[in-house]
């Protein structure tokens, strides 16, 4: 006859191993909080329910009276059987409370990279799926500290998703003060591979499981929204938002002027900058150089393509320090200031232009404070100041 202790003690030893503990991390943008999941109390939980199962198997034989040692075979095999039954259902518990707790880190990461401005990371599509919900009360035991942190991010999406719609929405008026559109700056981007949703089809009916799916579409919003966010954000990189030197300050203006050599009206294609020779000039979107050498009236010229239709052009330069076809980026210094071409003394002719049409850059140079705010932040600012005097030179 098979003794029940040891039975017990061999089904303890193999569901044992089955649970580890886990830490979550719960911020809720002002504090971190962590919960910890015991492997002990996981175990604990799981199998009170099977060794009642096994229990009252083993009384249900017990009360037969004695058995015959032929039925020994019979009676190990389906002692067996239980214990195969008993692991596979605390397995079963054990995936998905390990689904719970991912889900509960994919979603705080994605919580955390809305509300700190960090780019779009396609791995975060994750955080948007389903999970199963608890089949009875031995699972939703077991899940219960995680349903409580489901439930807080669940409550903190609002505020970040309220915080992602304002964010686009700034940024897209900022763009269009420049005679831009959104759609035209942002950056397309592929769908995320990897969230493919698919599987049976079961109904739910509970109060709770409705809650689940709500949270789902939260999500799944709130992804979507951060991806169209980041898309503009980087698209933005192709927007002139530094300014080309240091101290800014401006003698000749954008728009119809006297000649200086001439004295005649003649259309200005962009802004004077003074300063002395050697003062540097910095690139003012990323890019790809497409001109670095001499070109009649402008001197020395580097001429950049920002993608997007857009180019800027910085003329009379006494040192290129870049060459064609090299890729540089916001801020990098590409120049040193001079007086070469069609020029009267040392400053920086500089230029906007989109389709090949010259365009007034004063609107870049002062929006660039919140475009610049819109992108990295690592980017070093140089400080924009516009008060210069506007004559003619």
């Not at 005679?179 to 592929?190: D, F, I, T």
């Not at 939260?218 to 169209?228: D, G, H, I, V, Y």
């Amino acid at each position: 006859m098979i003794s029940f202790p040891v039975s017990a003690a061999r089904l303890a030893t193999r569901l044992r191993g089955l649970f580890v503990t886990r830490n979550i991390l719960f911020h809720d943008g002002r504090s971190v909080r962590r919960f910890r999941l015991h492997g002990r109390a996981q175990f604990g939980v799981a199998t009170a329910g099977a060794m009642v199962l096994s229990l009252s198997g083993y009384g249900a034989m017990a009360a037969t009276g004695a058995v015959a040692h032929h039925d020994n075979t019979a009676q190990i095999a389906q002692m067996e059987s239980q214990i195969a039954r008993m692991q596979a259902r605390v397995a079963a518990i054990r995936e998905t409370a390990q689904v719970h707790a991912q889900r509960v880190e994919q979603r705080q990461a994605l919580l955390t990279a809305v509300m700190t401005g960090e780019g779009y990371n396609k791995e975060l599509a994750a955080a948007t799926l389903p999970v199963p919900a608890a089949k009875d009360g031995v699972e939703a035991h077991v899940l219960a500290p995680l349903t409580k942190v489901e439930t807080r991010q669940a409550a903190l999406a609002v505020p970040a998703q309220a915080m992602l719609d304002r964010r686009y929405a700034d940024t897209s008026a900022a763009i269009r003060k420049l005679g831009l559109k959104p759609e035209r700056v942002a950056k397309r981007s592929v769908p995320a591979k990897g969230a493919a949703m698919g599987g049976e089809y079961i109904p739910a009916n509970s109060a709770e499981a409705a809650a689940d799916l709500h949270a789902d579409q939260q999500f799944r919003t709130l992804f979507q929204s951060w991806k169209k966010m980041d898309g503009l954000q980087q698209g933005t990189i192709a927007i002139p938002s530094v300014q080309p030197v240091a101290n800014l300050q401006f003698t000749s203006n954008f728009g119809i002027r006297s000649d200086p050599f001439r004295g005649t009206a003649a259309m200005h294609a962009g802004v004077d900058i003074p300063g002395p020779v050697g003062t540097p000039i910095y690139a003012t979107a990323d890019g790809i150089v497409s001109h670095a050498d001499r070109r009649g009236g402008y001197g020395n010229l580097v001429e950049i393509n920002h993608g997007k239709g857009i180019a800027t052009r910085y003329g009379h330069l006494s040192k290129i320090l870049v060459t064609d076809g090299a890729r540089v980026h916001r801020g990098q210094l590409i120049a040193l200031m001079g007086s070469t071409g069609r020029s009267t003394g040392p400053h920086l002719h500089y230029e906007v232009r989109m389709d090949g049409h010259a365009v007034n850059p004063v609107p870049f140079l002062t929006t660039a404070d919140y475009l610049l705010a819109s992108q990295d932040h690592s980017v070093h600012q140089i400080p924009v100041s516009t008060d210069g005097p506007a004559a003619q030179d």
